[in-house]
């Protein structure tokens, strides 16, 4: 018998926004998201459904619809995840701990960025971050971006150490959606821990990163700056 929750999510389904999803997330053969399904749920959707079950969904349900084909449910479950992280110390542990028992389900850039910081950056606050330098080096694509958005919660809070161990990890990957990710994280570093800490990076690796992890992090630059940068002399 279907979960009342199940029957929302399948009456919000939307074939059309299913078909734009797919697109969008680059669900072709060859392309990061190969193969993944789309009900075509929009993320508000999914939230108020998140606070509508608030408390009455239990934590093996929620990993069941983590290992779900549909991509959305897979985006429901971390969401809940997140929630009851929040409202459940008792449970912390055991979810840190599912996460990463199923990164091949959490296997698009959406799903890692809403839940790494909430999670395994959360989780291992005031513990040993070696979790994060094991997974910046791990050959899944979607593990060593969970390891550099995790970083996000340190950096919040004025901590840019983690992040920029992980960035000279990261700083040569292959990966585009990597580069994007070090970019972003390099930038939130320049907002949150001072320009001092990014730019001490920067000029070290500008000449010689690639360019989109660059741009993203300079994005906020003055213009003569960011020419500086690009140009390799700052």
Known sequence: MPK??????RSAADPEQARILRRFFKTGPGEYGEGDRFLGIRVPVLRTLVKKYRGTITLPDIKKLLRSPYHEKR???LLLMIDTFGAHQALRREIFGCCLAHTRYINNWDLVDVSAPHIAGAF????SRRPLYRLARSRNLWERRIAMVATLHYIRQGEAETALDIAEILVHDEHDLIHKAVGWMLREIGKHCGMQAEEAFLRRHCATMPRTMLRYAIERFPQARRRAYLSGTP
């Open 4 to 9: 009342p929750w199940d029957i929302d999510i």
């Open 75 to 77: 985006l429901f479950s």
């Open 124 to 127: 291992l606050q005031d513990r």
